[in-house]
């Protein structure tokens, strides 16, 4: 009888087990991030593994739409038609974020450039946003099943940022909602199943 009961639950810690490993291994994963700053210019690198196809992880990316599903920071995002941008594909973004204290609405106008399912790069007009200078790209590489997307940033704001914490505070937030952000962009793409 003590043999049967623990036969069974070595099976089942074996299924759990195994239940868990697979889910793991569905989950995104952050590789690396790191955000510096220089000279008032934030720089940001990621690299993340998604379990989805890399047409689903760039068709979430692509759509500026879908921006505040996936960043808490991003209030209000949309695609522009080329026509509204002389004849390139816009975006525009509306992004809330706090300092300690101090909170600010910033926005983005911007141009987008695709390769589809290898990169998208995005810059800002800085004549009508909140930032001298905001440049991102996305690198898209297939990985088995799986999708690694390589994340650059550098933007310089035209806002004040409180010195000495206010540095310290936006790394962290970058950081934080980049981790955040990870599970909802993979989550999205599976969803599509493209």
Same mark, same amino acid.
Request: hydrophobic fraction near 40%.
């Given at each position: 009888?003590?043999?049967?009961?623990?036969?069974?639950?070595?099976?089942?810690?074996?299924?759990?087990?195994?239940?868990?490993?697979?889910?793991?291994?569905?989950?995104?994963?952050?590789?690396?991030?790191?955000?510096?700053?220089?000279?008032?210019?934030?720089?940001?690198?990621?690299?993340?593994?998604?379990?989805?196809? &890399?047409?689903?992880?760039?068709?979430?990316?692509?759509?500026?739409?879908?921006?505040?599903?996936?960043?808490?920071?991003? &209030?209000?995002?949309?695609?522009?038609?080329?026509?509204?941008?002389?004849?390139?594909?816009?975006?525009?973004?509306?992004?809330?974020?706090? &300092?300690?204290?101090?909170?600010?609405?910033?926005?983005?106008?911007?141009?987008?450039?695709?390769?589809?399912?290898?990169?998208?790069?995005?810059?800002?007009?800085?004549?009508?946003? @909140?930032?001298?200078?905001?440049?991102?790209?996305?690198?898209?590489?297939?990985?088995?099943?799986?999708?690694? &997307?390589?994340?650059?940033?550098?933007?310089?704001?035209?806002?004040?940022?409180?010195?000495?914490?206010?540095?310290?505070?936006?790394?962290?937030?970058?950081?934080?909602?980049? @981790?955040?952000?990870?599970?909802?962009?993979?989550?999205?793409?599976?969803?599509?199943?493209?």
């Amino acid at each position: 009888m003590r043999s049967r009961v623990s036969s069974r639950i070595s099976r089942v810690r074996l299924a759990l087990l195994l239940v868990c490993a697979a889910m793991a291994a569905g989950a995104a994963e952050m590789r690396s991030v790191e955000v510096d700053r220089i000279d008032g210019i934030y720089m940001m690198r990621s690299e993340v593994r998604f379990a989805a196809s &890399v047409e689903a992880v760039y068709s979430v990316f692509a759509d500026y739409d879908l921006s505040t599903r996936f960043s808490g920071a991003i &209030v209000e995002s949309r695609n522009l038609d080329a026509a509204e941008e002389g004849g390139r594909p816009g975006f525009y973004i509306r992004n809330h974020g706090c &300092v300690l204290f101090f909170c600010k609405s910033f926005e983005r106008y911007g141009y987008v450039e695709r390769e589809p399912y290898k990169i998208i790069r995005a810059s800002i007009d800085p004549e009508r946003s @909140d930032f001298h200078l905001s440049n991102e790209s996305w690198h898209f590489k297939r990985d088995g099943l799986g999708t690694v &997307v390589t994340y650059d940033l550098e933007f310089e704001p035209k806002f004040w940022v409180p010195p000495v914490i206010g540095p310290y505070v936006i790394k962290r937030k970058l950081r934080n909602d980049g @981790d955040e952000a990870v599970d909802r962009i993979e989550a999205i793409a599976q969803e599509l199943r493209l």
